[in-house]
Nanobody, 126 residues
Framework: QVHLVESGGGLVQAGDSLTLSCTDSGRTFNAYATGWFRQGSGKEREFVAA????????RYADSVKGRFFVSWDNAGTTVWLQMNGLLPEDTAVYYCAAVRDSGDSVYIYRTSYDNWGQGTQVTVSS
């Protein structure tokens, strides 16, 4: 199992960019497929982006497609979520999730994941 920690959240203005990171205390965890989910106040947690173990495949929610990009670092110690052109509706707590994967699949459903970080707040003002 991994203990995921997200960082990089903060308060930004609409149109700004922000990059979130997900790590397992610096350990390599590229045996896991990973995903990003977010939960706005009073809303259900929703899928944002996901990337396969190898980084070769990724999927995005329609609401962020073309604006957000998910990737692994070369060492396999960090999963990044680059967020561009942020909108007020992107305001949420963002969670990193991971599931051990013997293949190279991408998972977009909450129920696919069994490891979750504590979340990092992203607030976008208008």
């Amino acid at each position: 199992q991994v203990h995921l920690v997200e960082s990089g959240g903060g308060l930004v203005q609409a149109g700004d960019s922000l990059t979130l990171s997900c790590t397992d205390s610096g350990r390599t965890f590229n045996a896991y497929a990973t995903g990003w989910f977010r939960q706005g106040s009073g809303k259900e947690r929703e899928f944002v982006a996901a990337v396969s173990r190898s980084g070769g495949s990724a999927r995005y929610a329609d609401s962020v497609k073309g604006r957000f990009f998910v990737s692994w670092d070369n060492a396999g110690t960090t999963v990044w979520l680059q967020m561009n052109g942020l909108l007020p509706e992107d305001t949420a707590v963002y969670y990193c999730a991971a599931v051990r994967d013997s293949g190279d699949s991408v998972y977009i459903y909450r129920t696919s994941y069994d490891n979750w970080g504590q979340g990092t707040q992203v607030t976008v003002s208008s």
